[in-house]
């Protein structure tokens, strides 16, 4: 398990540091911010019912249950995922959705570390696409000259 | 025969390397090299029908042919050889060509294995290749709009394989093991909270790959941006590889069929079914119309194997294998018609009929074939989804399904009344290139030849694939047995 999380170190260090080398430290936009509270509030009892939901069933999946540790760590692990997720869902800035990501693959790549799986494919499948995310933004970033995902609106969906 | 399976991955792995390192080759050489790769990988799936046994490979990459893999790898590879052939003169620069191509083949071998793997390990690995390369296939050509798709499939396509990976580690959690056919034999059928939580995480995750609604927003924008080569390989081809085919194999031989999940996959199909349909009325630009159009079809194939009768399933998976060639050929209908005259708007066009009499005539084979008109093959495979509807007593979803195809038919008809009947309205048309005309020809073969031959067509490569799901749970027995 300890060379597991290791190579998970290595893996989303390695994403990070190219992340970081992409987006220079003036085009993170951290000028940008949500000043709509709705959102914010939807995203939170959201958040809650998930956590909820993840206690119950962890107390109730024998092998999670049967060693408290786990319990702990993927609830914490839970609260990362979560993190992650508003992130990418309430922030507005490109780089923030790329670190909202990679918290959240941090997150899952540690669940499955605490079910056993010790390949490590994820993980580098994980930091390789967080690579290709970023190398993708920066082309954006540079054609629409901005971070503001409010502002790329020519696609309606 | 086990090395003509392995070379379905490494074939196309190989073909996208050695582009990449013979960058200066000669055009027709990277031509002739990427049309006979496809032709091989096409062609190897002959000596490789694998009814009724099931050939497997266990050391270090576990891979799995049985009958329902091999109807995808037929779709994947054979739809993929068209779209070489049209993209030999649709990309007039060799460099952009050779761009293609690289793509092109990253995204075909991850597809072939995502449809091989016999471990969830490498389903994912493959998947998350063939999603790669198709996030940058969209952005291809460059500029904000289709940076902006590429973007937004990028974002969303994490998001669900991150719900894919939290599913991953529920299994290994439970059962320590995330080899599909080891998992068919062990997972705990009463586990029914463990079961249910992860059929909620597959179902979003590869939902959203499939662009099932709610999870299709991406779908419109990803393939009406994309050039219309990559257009017809993402709607009739990825959605379904990546997507139907990854929560077939899951839901039906490991997690097994309930009643819970047949009402979920009906629901599902008839409201995609509906929302497409009715989306793809209001749009005049015809790529955005058929992209809406991809996600009604795909709500009949979820529709069809989610009823769970034997007329329902073989319906829908014939359903799956018609309209990738029906979708290829509209999608490459589409690109004729932006090439010819410039313009994709339907209302910017007009009289097209005269002056394009054989896109003219591919583009109707296609409407009438995705409308279900007889004798063309759509029309088989939706007469049989209305059929198991009503097999199993569902009669309003036999009647969404029959408004449906009449919402496409008049979504279509829209197409041909601004594009091809009326007056011309004087923009220049410039011929189609003949290697365009021969996929469109080919194409609209298929679609009338499947229709007339339909009873041959399931019996070579439907009923297999039935077979396969009809089994369930024992998937892993006979893979495990097998040779």
């Known amino acids: ?157 | 025969m086990k090395v003509l399976l392995l070379s379905l991955i490494f074939a196309p792995l190989a073909t996208a390397g050695m582009l990449w390192l013979l960058k200066k080759t000669k055009p027709i050489i990277m031509d002739s090299f990427a049309v006979l790769t496809a032709a091989f990988l096409t062609g190897a799936l002959v000596f490789l029908r694998p009814a009724p046994n099931v050939l497997v490979i266990r050391n270090y990459l576990p891979l799995v042919l049985d009958g329902l893999s091999f109807l995808l790898l037929l779709i994947a590879n054979a739809v993929a050889l068209f779209i070489l052939i049209y993209s030999l003169q649709y990309f007039k620069e060799a460099d952009t060509r050779q761009r293609f191509y690289r793509w092109f083949f990253l995204m075909l071998c991850g597809i072939n294995g995502v449809v091989l793997a016999g471990d969830l390990i490498f389903l994912f690995l493959f998947l998350e290749l063939a999603a790669l390369s198709a996030y940058f296939l969209v952005a291809f050509n460059g500029g904000s709009k289709e940076l902006e798709a590429a973007l937004k499939y990028f974002i969303l396509g994490e998001i669900a394989s991150l719900f894919i990976l939290i599913g991953l580690g529920l299994i290994f959690h439970l059962t320590g093991t995330l080899n599909l056919s080891r998992l068919a034999q062990i997972f705990p059928q009463n586990a029914y909270l463990a079961k249910s939580v992860i059929t909620v995480l597959f179902l979003a995750g590869f939902g959203m790959k499939a662009a099932l609604v709610p999870f299709h927003f991406w779908l419109p924008d990803a393939h009406t941006s994309a050039p219309s080569p990559v257009s017809a390989m993402l709607s009739g081809v990825i959605i379904k590889a990546l997507g139907v085919y990854a929560l077939l194999r899951i839901i039906y031989n490991v997690l097994g069929i309930s009643p819970q999940l047949i009402s979920i996959l009906t629901t599902l199909g008839a409201v995609s079914l509906l929302i497409g349909g009715l989306l793809s009325l209001v749009q005049w630009d015809i790529k955005r119309l058929m992209a809406y159009s991809s996600i009604s079809q795909i709500g009949y194939i979820v529709l069809g194997i989610g009823l769970a009768t034997p007329l329902g399933v073989m319906g829908g998976l014939f359903h799956l294998l018609n309209h990738a060639f029906m979708k290829a050929l509209l999608f490459l209908n589409a690109g004729a018609i932006e090439k010819a005259a410039g313009t994709r708007d339907l209302r910017k066009l007009g009289g097209l009929a005269r002056t394009l009499p054989l896109v003219y005539a591919t583009t109707l084979i296609g409407t009438l074939a995705i409308s279900g008109i007889p004798p063309f093959n759509g029309f088989w495979s939706k007469f049989y989804i209305i059929l198991g509807c009503l097999q199993a007593g569902q009669v309003w979803l036999a009647l969404i399904a029959v408004l449906g195809s009449i919402l496409t038919l008049a979504a279509y008809l829209k197409v041909q009344k601004h594009a091809f009947w009326g007056p011309e309205q004087g923009t220049a048309v410039k011929p189609v290139p003949l290697s365009m005309d021969l996929s469109l020809i080919a194409l609209s073969f298929l679609c009338l030849a499947i229709g007339l031959a339909s009873a041959l067509v399931i019996g070579w490569f439907i009923n297999p694939a039935l077979m396969v799901l009809a089994q369930g749970t024992n998937y892993g027995r006979i893979v495990l047995g097998g040779k």
């Open chain 1, 1 to 157: 398990m300890i060379l597991s999380v290791i190579w998970l170190i290595i893996m989303f260090g390695a994403a990070l540091y190219a992340i970081a080398r992409i987006f220079p430290f003036k085009d993170r936009g951290f000028e940008s911010s949500s000043k709509e509270y709705l959102p914010g509030l939807v995203f939170a009892v959201f958040a809650l019912i998930v956590l909820v939901a993840a206690f119950y069933l962890f107390l109730n999946l024998p092998v999670i249950a049967a060693k408290p540790i786990l319990i702990g760590l993927n609830l914490l692990l839970t609260v990362a995922f979560l993190i992650g997720l508003y992130l990418v869902v309430i922030r507005k800035s490109l780089y923030r959705i790329l670190i909202g990501l990679l918290i959240m693959e941090v997150a899952v790549e540690g669940f499955l570390i605490a079910a056993g799986e010790h390949q490590g494919l994820t993980a580098l499948i994980g930091a390789v696409m967080l690579i290709a995310l970023a190398v993708l933004m920066g082309k954006v970033q540079k054609t629409s000259q901005t971070q503001d995902i409010t502002k790329l609106e020519e696609l309606k969906g």
